[in-house]
């Protein structure tokens, strides 16, 4: 579908700009950057572009705690509303997880509009199989913003059918996620994604029959009501929980990841499936 401009609702673009909602986010994207790179420099238990699918971006970084390779994995899916950013500025958020013993993998993706969301749904949902089959046991789906909404849909995926007796990622973490994507389509969001209102609700993990497993959503207390709201209707559609972190924003919320003794941290770590045995 072409995107109409002229139909984009000024209130709903207020909403979910959030750039426009945080002024200094160009030093914070350069910050994140620059924390990456030097968590790579220096952190040398890693494997590096790990390819999980054909394309150039379907790769991912594997980051152990240790030189064993038998610690439970975290998938952390970055944002960019499908559009921008890739797993390299999001490197040094695996320090929290790495201090307790947990590997954390980050895959890239491809973006709109080179690509739709639902080959991107589909791309998330291979990496996470692709990472259980390899290692052997099932994985915690965790994604900020954009991929929050992309944890969900790994959750939602018919696995018995894709061949897997269970489920790959039954439990998931989502910061600041997007779990109804109908208002979108009236935003400049969707300039890129050229979703119809059909292809919206079809790719809307709120609107989707529970899975089963659990998801907690997480929310900054300064993202306004659009994104309280997102969290609030993927924990009451599927039986999940939700909690607003009072004093964070869009960019600092997902920043607790870096720090061990987070409260995002340590709600990781109590959704982190276990190993068998």
């Given at each position: 579908m072409d995107h109409d401009p002229a139909r984009e609702d000024p209130a709903l673009e207020a909403e979910y700009d959030n750039r426009a909602k945080v002024p200094g986010f160009p030093a914070i994207l350069a910050r994140?950057?620059?924390?990456?790179?030097?968590?790579r420099a220096t952190w040398t238990e890693a494997e590096t572009g790990i390819a999980y699918g054909p394309s150039e971006r379907t790769k991912l970084d594997l980051f152990w705690p240790n030189e064993r390779r038998d610690a439970r994995i975290a998938m952390f899916i970055h944002g960019g509303y499908w559009q921008g950013m890739d797993r390299a500025f999001s490197s040094h958020l695996a320090r929290g997880l790495l201090a307790h013993g947990v590997a954390v993998a980050m895959p890239s993706y491809?973006?709109?509009?080179?690509?739709t969301l639902a080959v991107i749904v589909e791309q998330m949902r291979t990496c996470?199989?692709?990472?259980?089959?390899?290692?052997?046991?099932?994985?915690?789906?965790?994604?900020?913003?954009?991929?929050?909404?992309?944890?969900?849909m790994i959750m939602a995926a018919g696995w018995p059918e894709r061949g897997f007796p269970a489920h790959p990622a039954p439990q998931a973490l989502a910061l600041s996620g997007l779990f109804d994507l109908v208002?979108?389509?009236?935003?400049?969001?969707?300039?890129?994604?050229?979703m119809d209102p059909e292809t919206a609700r079809a790719l809307s993990p709120a609107l989707l029959a529970a899975p089963g497993g659990h998801i907690h959503a997480m929310v900054g207390g300064l993202e306004g009501r659009e994104y309280e709201r997102q969290s609030c209707a993927i924990a009451s559609a599927w039986g999940g929980t939700s909690a607003v972190l009072p004093d964070h924003d869009h960019f600092t919320i997902v920043a607790e990841l870096a720090d061990p003794d987070s409260a995002v941290v340590r709600t990781a770590l109590e959704l982190m499936p276990r190993r068998a045995g």
């Open positions: 994140w950057q620059a924390e990456a790179a030097a968590f491809d973006l709109c509009p080179n690509v996470a199989g692709f990472l259980a089959r390899r290692h052997g046991a099932p994985i915690l789906a965790a994604g900020h913003s954009a991929g929050g909404h992309l944890a969900a208002p979108l389509v009236r935003t400049s969001v969707n300039r890129a994604l050229r």
